[in-house]
């Protein structure tokens, strides 16, 4: 389920983030004329000819490098090989074969998995070029000649890639499945919740830290609806991953989150809420995902009168930032208020998606003014025009003021309030960004 992955590969400074660029429209990966620059795979999605696809923009391969970030960036293209449905090999038609572009060839030919083969730096137009012909001498097959700089042959080579995406899957871009990420550091009982949920044993659980290595994807439907379940590698602290296998673990956990709707943020609720744990809300939180947090293991935590307040204003002093997500208890092992679930997900992600009118916003924002008046500096007064809102997941809101300066943190915090009281949108961050207009131009 899903949209296919679509991954670029090369050995370094042959101008991968460029072509990634400019297919998705956007510079995301850094561009600079140094190889190594793109150590990480950068996700981003993009379409041709209406069928959309994921690309991956991946760090260089350098295969007989012992450099040990080099060695990271080639595990990065090994799992984004892995991964994708088909592959863009990316060469540079300037330096014509070498032999690390050999060595990758003979990787892309072992996966076998559809390869576009594609010669960039060819900046002129006009005839072939004879340098072209070397090329097939890699066994992938006709290279492409481009230019990611001009934009010459992006076209051909996106023809190249639609031609070779698996059969489109019905489900594929199916909006009433929610996609839930299941995170929290290791041993928490992420696997087990899912277990529970499917009522199998679909994830291998045992009591070993660090059992589940990848983010999995498992399908459920029940009376509440449609869901896909990704349970995630536990997400350890970075100074505790030293295994290169693990360090993926961790970006395919952090991929997990970039494409769910909802984010389980589990917690033991013997060790409480721990340094980790606020790292891991913090990645959901700057990714704008709706966010519940999971207290697992409450059957084992011994309790009296008030334990449950009084944990949930432990868990919200030190998350803070999460005082929109919901807290339930749980017991995965046992099943308690796992059924609970489901309704919360599925409002928390409506909330996620809520979109409001511009009218009915500023007749609260109208409201929310005259209430408590925008402040002043120095004898000058913020003016606040008009507010409209420019995407959902997270609702972000775009507010008109005659001075940026003047917008005040604690003033945009009580306008995030009131709109969180008027609509609700529990469980899902909000956004605010301000934008400066002269009074003649509203």
């Known amino acids: 389920m899903g949209r296919p992955t679509v991954a670029i590969v090369g050995r370094p400074n042959v101008g991968k983030s460029s072509f990634f660029n400019y297919i998705v ?4 990966s850094i561009v600079e004329d140094t190889p190594g620059v793109t150590r990480d795979r950068v996700y981003a999605e993009a379409n041709w000819r209406g069928r959309s696809f994921n690309l991956v923009d991946t760090g260089g391969i350098e295969p007989e490098s012992d450099d040990i970030i080099i060695s990271q960036m080639r595990e990065q293209a090994n799992l984004a090989i892995a991964m994708a449905d088909v592959i863009v090999f990316i060469t540079d038609i300037k330096q014509g074969v070498t032999a690390q572009d050999n060595e990758i060839a003979l990787m892309l030919r072992k996966s076998k998995k559809p390869i576009v083969l594609v010669c960039n730096k060819a900046d002129n137009y006009g005839k072939t070029p004879e340098e072209i012909y070397e090329f097939y ?5 006709e290279p492409y000649r481009v230019s990611a700089a001009n934009a010459i042959g992006i076209g051909d080579v ?3 890639i639609y031609d070779k995406l698996p059969p489109l899957d019905e489900n ?3 909006k009433d499945t929610i996609k839930v990420a299941i995170i929290g550091k290791p041993n928490v009982g992420k696997s087990s919740l899912v277990n529970k949920i499917l009522g199998e044993n679909r994830m291998i659980v045992s009591n070993i830290a660090g059992t589940t290595r990848d983010a999995i994807d498992s399908e459920f439907e029940n009376e509440f609806g449609k869901y896909v379940f990704i349970d995630t590698a536990g997400i350890r602290r970075k100074n505790k991953v030293s295994e290169k296998i693990e360090k993926y ?4 956990s952090l991929l997990a989150v970039e494409r769910a709707d909802v984010c389980l943020l589990m917690i033991d609720a013997n060790e409480g809420v721990t340094e980790q744990d606020t790292k891991i809300a913090g990645e959901a939180h700057e990714a704008g995902k709706g966010i519940i947090i999971v207290v697992n293991k409450w059957d084992e935590y011994d309790k009296d009168n008030g334990t449950l307040e ?3 204003k432990e868990v919200y002093n030190k998350l803070s930032y999460l005082s929109y997500a919901p807290i339930i208890f749980i017991s995965a092992k046992t099943g308690q208020r796992v059924n609970k679930l489901f309704e919360m997900i599925n ?6 998606a809520l979109r409001v009118s ?3 916003l500023n007749q609260v924002l109208n409201e929310a003014i005259a209430i408590v008046q925008p402040p002043t500096d120095k004898g000058k007064r913020l003016r606040i025009f008009y507010m409209t809102q420019a995407t959902t997941k997270p609702p972000t809101f775009v507010v008109f003021v005659n001075d940026k300066e003047l917008f005040h943190f604690s003033y945009e915090r009580y306008l995030v309030n009131q709109i969180r009281k008027e609509f609700g949108l529990v469980g899902t961050p909000v956004r605010m960004i301000v934008r400066e207009r002269n009074e003649k131009d509203i």
Request: proline residues 0%; neutral net charge.
């Open 347 to 352: 409002s928390v992600a409506s909330q996620n």
């Open 249 to 252: 673990s961790v970006i395919r």
């Open 310 to 312: 009084k944990y949930k």
């Open 172 to 174: 594929e871009d199916d």
């Open 25 to 28: 429209g956007s510079r995301i």
């Open 358 to 360: 511009t009218s009915v």
């Open 137 to 141: 001498n890699l066994g992938l097959g």
């Open 158 to 160: 996106l023809d190249a």
